[in-house]
RNA sequence: GGGGACGUAGUUCAGUUGGUUAGAACGCUGCCCUGUCACGGCAGAGGCCGCGGGUUCGAGUCCCGUCGUCCCCGCCA
């Protein structure tokens, strides 16, 4: 192939097939870059060697596929090419044979500057041509090889479960497909094989996998794509220790296929511990968590600051950041209203011109040396008392917000200075587990209590208690359920959320305790789940797992900064396939056959 | 559902305070060229300035609407 001949190959006949890259005519000698998969390889035609040859050279034109049928020949010392691997040799051309033509594409694989997304996306065929897609979904096809071996190899079966399933109106909105057969009832396509994968372990497949396509309707983003690739796993009989190893012992197999070596264990962190660290439950490890700087100051100094003493003062240091003009520090402000209402902004000049003693003990506390930001996160005192204070939980909602605010502000500042303090270098693999999530959490807009992963979560053995007291008090935010924590489990890389997992119910008891406290009666949990509670009742293991996604894991391999760059055929913002402009109305008769009526758009 | 950015040649972009015939680079077409690899030289073609209104003597430029792409919030158990 193009990409693979070598000083060593020079003198063997070849034929190469593939497409016009670039071509260089200098009259009656002419070079063509011919690539395919491999890579590129020069050819040489010469007139004086075959004038027919040439002759139908000159016609040649980029994305032309053609056959050129020679012989390798190493180059002259002083015409190697050492920016290309086969820069050491070239192709001679005996013959050549156009096996296809093209028209002039809108933009060329060898283009340097970037086409716009719209563009790429209607020619998508054109732009997987390019090396970096051709890299990109390389490294997915490895990465998902990797995975599928190593899983494997530790005796799990790949099982495939349904795309055409039923729908379980529970989080997010289903992709729906009608029935024909059976008027007015409708499939939906899976959001996870959540519900196939725990009866498979009823089943007795006590170890199973799958890289499976999960569908979401909901709005994109970057990372979010409607439907997208989960590495999908389960296990019987297992702590979630033995799920985290098969996870890390996947993940290295999988980043090794990719280029990168990675240390295992991950290190493991609490849920609280994170949102008290980092104020949010996926942590970014590259950047320093936050420092409480409340005991930096004396009371009297809080009160200067109109600084809610009560609640955690959080400094946050973003390294080599340098010295910030007025207009960059102005610039700071506004992230405070827009990240999530934190209280207070300090400029931290101010402080240490005010309270130098204060200012230096936040410096010394944070380790902060000279050129670093410190921006301070703090409650204000005239905000009042809160009033949902509380419930269960050691964060309390008050504190909670702070740090959440704290939390965005930090990654924005990382983002806005992200050229400056180098902590963000490819290559770099921070990863994490994050562990003992609340099991619920307080939906203000519904007035109860939902559950934060699944409803199929495990609570912690030692918060049964805590449960069985809050089980009928789904509408009550002071509910002890508030405390109760999941045996679930996140895996994070670089701040991004890779996977998520859990030890579920195996008991039809807990299950129902559980629905019961997501205020729902036996009828209903019957009426969604009641094929899954009844196959509870039949000999269920423990057991538990873990879905990651791979579109997430290859864009973070190939430094891709949208899910759209490892995908082949991904769809924009409003789910638009833009080559084959799907979706689209279709006909009355199909729609009569599947007894819809729609308003079509005009 | 909400906020923001962008839309000018095939592509990437420039276009000043609203002012004559809308430019550049790459690509494309033709001719020339035997060692290029971002080849080079000469000549040339190529524009519904996203679309629709409005303001104005005059709009790529200002205003309103609309469509599309991207980013973010909501949403995503």
């Known amino acids: 192939m193009c990409g693979t001949l070598r000083a060593s190959d020079a003198g063997k006949p070849a034929i190469l097939m593939g497409w016009v890259n670039k071509r260089r005519d200098h009259g009656s000698l002419l070079f063509i870059d011919l690539r395919d998969r491999s890579g590129i390889m020069q050819v040489v035609v010469n007139a004086e060697r075959n004038k027919a040859v040439h002759e139908k050279a000159e016609t040649l034109r980029n994305e032309y596929v053609i056959a050129a049928i020679g012989t390798v020949r190493l180059r002259d010392a ?54 970096v897609m051709q890299f990109n979904i390389e490294t997915r096809h490895k990465v998902a090889k990797a995975i599928r071996d190593y899983l494997s190899s530790q005796g799990f079966f790949e099982i495939e479960t349904p795309f055409m399933t039923r729908s379980t109106p529970e989080g997010a909105r289903d992709y ?55 590495i999908d796993l389960e296990m019987s009989f297992p702590r979630p220790e033995n799920v985290w190893e098969i996870v890390e012992g996947f993940l290295t197999a999988a980043f090794h296929a990719a280029g990168y070596e990675i240390k295992t264990p991950f290190p493991r962190m609490d849920y609280d511990e994170a949102i008290r660290l980092f104020g949010i439950d996926k942590p970014d490890l590259r950047l320093p968590a936050f420092t409480d700087a409340r005991d930096c100051f004396t009371e009297q100094n809080l009160q200067d600051l ?8 959080l400094a946050i240091r973003t390294p080599k950041v340098g010295e910030l003009s007025r207009k960059e520090r102005d610039d700071i402000k506004p992230m405070f209203h827009s990240k999530g209402g934190a209280k207070i902004f300090e400029d931290f000049k101010r402080i240490a011109n005010k309270f130098p003693d204060a200012a230096a003990a936040i410096t010394k506390k944070c380790g902060a040396e000279e050129g670093d930001l410190i921006v301070l996160v703090a409650g204000s005192a005239q905000a009042g008392p809160q009033t949902a204070m509380p419930a269960h939980r050691k964060v309390t909602p008050a504190e909670l917000a702070i740090y959440a605010s704290a939390g965005l502000i930090r990654l924005a500042l990382a983002q806005k200075y992200a050229d400056r303090h180098q902590c963000f270098q490819r290559g770099d693999f921070r990863f994490l587990w994050v562990t003992n999530f ?52 996140d895996v994070v890389l670089n701040g991004t959320e890779l996977g998520s997992g859990s030890i579920r119910i195996h008991r039809q008891d807990i299950q129902r305790k559980i629905f019961r406290a997501l205020g729902m009666t036996d009828e209903e949990a019957k009426s969604r789940f009641g094929f899954f509670l009844e196959a509870l009742e039949y000999g269920t293991p423990p057991h538990g797992g873990i879905a990651l996604g791979l579109d997430r894991i290859v864009m973070i391999l190939a430094g891709a900064e949208s899910l759209r760059e490892v995908i082949p055929f991904p769809k924009t913002a409003r789910a638009v396939d833009l080559m084959c402009d799907a979706p689209t109305p279709v006909s009355d008769r199909q729609l009569r056959e599947l007894g819809i009526s729609v308003k079509k758009p005009s």
């Open 78 to 131: 002083n015409t190697i090419n050492p920016n290309m691997p086969t820069g050491e040799v070239e192709l001679v051309v005996d013959d050549l044979r156009i096996l296809n033509e093209s028209k002039l594409p809108p933009f060329l694989p060898s283009d340097t500057a970037l086409t716009n997304e719209e563009t790429r996306l209607k020619y998508r065929y054109i732009d997987l041509r390019r090396d």
């Open 176 to 230: 729906l497909v009608p029935s024909r057969v059976q008027t007015g009832t409708f499939y939906a396509l899976p959001q996870s094989p959540q519900l196939f994968k725990q009866i498979l372990m009823i089943s007795g497949f006590d170890r199973y996998f799958q890289i499976v396509r999960c569908f979401r309707d909901e709005d994109l983003r970057a990372d979010r794509q409607p439907e997208f690739t989960q």
């Open 306 to 313: 109109a600084i809610n003493a009560n609640l955690p003062v």
């Open 438 to 489: 609340p099991m619920f959490e307080w939906d203000e807009g519904e007035k109860q209590w939902m559950a934060a992963h699944h409803p199929f979560t495990s609570p912690h053995e030692a918060d049964m208690k805590l449960l069985e007291s809050g089980v009928d008090s789904v509408s009550d935010p002071q509910s002890t359920l508030s405390a109760v924590r999941a045996l679930a489990y």
